[in-house]
C-alpha cells in the first residue's frame, strides 16, 4: 500500500512538473514560407515579422514561443486537434475560417497582388483567362474559385514552388499576399506586377490575425491584450519598420 501510494506521489509530481513547463511555454503553429513574414534563415532559424511580433507577445505574457512548423493547410487541421495552442502565419482573416477558430484583433491589413513574368505582362489582358498559381488551403485560393470560376489553377503548398513553376512558364501569374510576392519580386528582376491591387474586404479586408481554438476564450483574450500593450509601447512600430519600411 505505501509503495502504491508513493508511486501515485511520484506520478502526481510529474504532472504538476508537467503543467507547470506548459504553462510557461506557448506553442505556435507557422508555415515559415512566407517572406517577410514567417521564413528561414540561414542557420535554419525562424524569422520574419510574424516571427518577431509573436515573441512579442509572448514577452508580455512572460512565456517562451515554441514553434511547430506545418503546411499551411495544415495549420487549421493541427490546431483544432491541439497539437498547437495558437497559429501565425501570416493568416487572414475570414468568416469562413472563423467557423473553425478564433481570430485575435487584426495586426496587419494586408493585400492580394498577381505576378507574372515580363515576357506575359502585356499578353495578359484578364487574369480569369491565364493559368493561375495559388497557395493550398489559402484565401487566394478560395477567391480565384469564388471569383473565377471555371479558371485554370495551379495549387502549391509552398510559395517557393509556385514561384519556380511561374519562372519557368508552368504558369501564366501566381496571386498572393502583396509582402509575400513582392519579397520574392526583389529576388527575380524577371517577375512583374498584373492588374491591380485586390482588397475584397471579404477574403482581405479584415486583416491577419493570430488564430487560437474557438472555446480558448481566455487565451484569446490574452493575446489581445499583449497586441495592444506591443502597439503602445511603440514596440509593434519598430518590428514593422524593421521588416517592411527598410527594405
Same mark, same amino acid.
Given at each position: 500500500?505505501?509503495?502504491?501510494?508513493?508511486?501515485?506521489?511520484?506520478?502526481?509530481?510529474?504532472?504538476?512538473?508537467?503543467?507547470?513547463?506548459?504553462? +510557461?511555454?506557448?506553442?505556435?503553429?507557422?508555415?515559415?514560407?512566407?517572406?517577410?513574414?514567417?521564413?528561414?534563415?540561414?542557420?535554419?532559424?525562424?524569422?520574419?515579422?510574424?516571427? +518577431?511580433?509573436?515573441?512579442?507577445?509572448?514577452?508580455?505574457?512572460?512565456?517562451?514561443?515554441?514553434?511547430?512548423?506545418?503546411?499551411? +493547410?495544415?495549420?487549421?487541421?493541427?490546431?483544432?486537434?491541439?497539437?498547437?495552442?495558437?497559429?501565425?502565419?501570416?493568416?487572414?482573416?475570414?468568416?469562413?475560417?472563423?467557423?473553425?477558430?478564433?481570430?485575435?484583433?487584426?495586426?496587419?491589413?494586408?493585400?492580394?497582388?498577381?505576378?507574372?513574368?515580363?515576357?506575359?505582362?502585356?499578353?495578359?489582358?484578364?487574369?480569369?483567362?491565364?493559368?493561375?498559381?495559388?497557395?493550398?488551403?489559402?484565401?487566394?485560393?478560395?477567391?480565384?474559385?469564388?471569383?473565377?470560376?471555371?479558371?485554370?489553377?495551379?495549387?502549391?503548398?509552398?510559395?517557393?514552388?509556385?514561384? &519556380?513553376?511561374?519562372?519557368?512558364?508552368?504558369? +501564366?501569374?501566381?496571386?498572393?499576399?502583396?509582402?509575400?510576392?513582392?519579397?520574392?519580386?526583389?529576388?527575380?528582376? @524577371?517577375?512583374?506586377?498584373?492588374?491591380?491591387?485586390?482588397?475584397?474586404?471579404?477574403?482581405?479586408?479584415?486583416?491577419?490575425?493570430?488564430?487560437?481554438?474557438?472555446?480558448?476564450?481566455?487565451?484569446?483574450?490574452?493575446? @489581445?491584450?499583449?497586441?495592444?500593450?506591443?502597439?503602445? &509601447?511603440?514596440?509593434?512600430?519598430?518590428?514593422? &519598420?524593421?521588416?517592411?519600411?527598410?527594405?
Amino acid at each position: 500500500m505505501k509503495k502504491r501510494l508513493g508511486l501515485l506521489l511520484v506520478a502526481a509530481g510529474l504532472l504538476s512538473s508537467t503543467t507547470l513547463y506548459a504553462q +510557461d511555454k506557448l506553442v505556435v503553429g507557422t508555415n515559415p514560407a512566407y517572406p517577410p513574414f514567417e521564413y528561414k534563415g540561414e542557420n535554419n532559424e525562424l524569422l520574419g515579422f510574424d516571427i +518577431d511580433l509573436m515573441n512579442e507577445v509572448c514577452n508580455v505574457l512572460e512565456k517562451e514561443c515554441v514553434y511547430s512548423e506545418q503546411e499551411f +493547410d495544415a495549420l487549421i487541421p493541427n490546431l483544432r486537434l491541439r497539437r498547437y495552442d495558437a497559429v501565425i502565419s501570416g493568416m487572414d482573416i475570414t468568416e469562413e475560417r472563423a467557423k473553425q477558430l478564433a481570430f485575435s484583433d487584426p495586426y496587419y491589413q494586408n493585400y492580394s497582388i498577381y505576378i507574372t513574368t515580363k515576357d506575359k505582362a502585356d499578353q495578359i489582358k484578364d487574369v480569369a483567362d491565364a493559368k493561375i498559381g495559388v497557395l493550398s488551403g489559402s484565401t487566394h485560393q478560395q477567391y480565384i474559385r469564388d471569383t473565377y470560376k471555371g479558371a485554370d489553377v495551379s495549387v502549391y503548398p509552398q510559395y517557393p514552388a509556385a514561384m &519556380s513553376d511561374l519562372a519557368i512558364g508552368r504558369v +501564366d501569374v501566381v496571386f498572393g499576399d502583396g509582402e509575400v510576392v513582392n519579397d520574392y519580386m526583389k529576388e527575380n528582376d @524577371n517577375f512583374t506586377i498584373v492588374g491591380e491591387k485586390v482588397t475584397d474586404p471579404k477574403y482581405f479586408g479584415q486583416g491577419l490575425g493570430i488564430g487560437v481554438g474557438k472555446r480558448n476564450t481566455e487565451l484569446l483574450d490574452q493575446i @489581445n491584450e499583449a497586441l495592444k500593450e506591443v502597439k503602445e &509601447s511603440g514596440k509593434y512600430d519598430e518590428i514593422y &519598420s524593421k521588416w517592411f519600411e527598410q527594405q
